[in-house]
């Protein structure tokens, strides 16, 4: 069982940056991934960003590609999105998730991004 945990969510005008943490518990191997995804009210999930256990194999949206880095600590079982220039169209409850195969089996409660014109 993984459980986790987002923080660092907020309210930033247009333009500003936040970074968001997703600490996790359990067992974490090498090999597994955590990924970001994020909602809108009355949208369907949106893929972010994701990166293996082993800082590998990064991969981006093409909407957040350029702004967005996502990053790991494995000494703190932590993942990080780094969210810069951030827009309007950028808000959305951010969920972090983890798989050890094809399938996100874990996710976490959310954190709310809320970005002002």
């Known amino acids: 069982q993984v459980q986790l945990v987002e923080s660092g969510g907020g309210l930033v005008q247009a333009g500003a940056s936040l970074r968001l943490s997703c600490s996790a518990s359990?067992?974490?191997?090498?090999?597994?991934?955590m990924g970001w995804f994020r909602q809108a009210p009355g949208k369907e999930r949106e893929f972010v960003a994701s990166?293996?256990?082993?800082?590998?194999?990064?991969s981006y949206a093409d909407s957040v590609k350029g702004r967005f880095t996502t990053s790991r600590d494995n000494a703190k079982n932590t993942v990080y999105l780094q969210m810069n220039s951030l827009k309007p169209e950028d808000s959305a409850v951010y969920y972090c998730a983890f798989r050890y195969g094809p399938t996100y089996n874990y996710w976490g409660q959310g954190t709310q991004v809320t970005v002002s014109s």
């Open positions: 990166i293996r256990w082993s800082g590998e194999s990064l």
């Open positions: 359990g067992r974490t191997v090498s090999n597994s991934v």
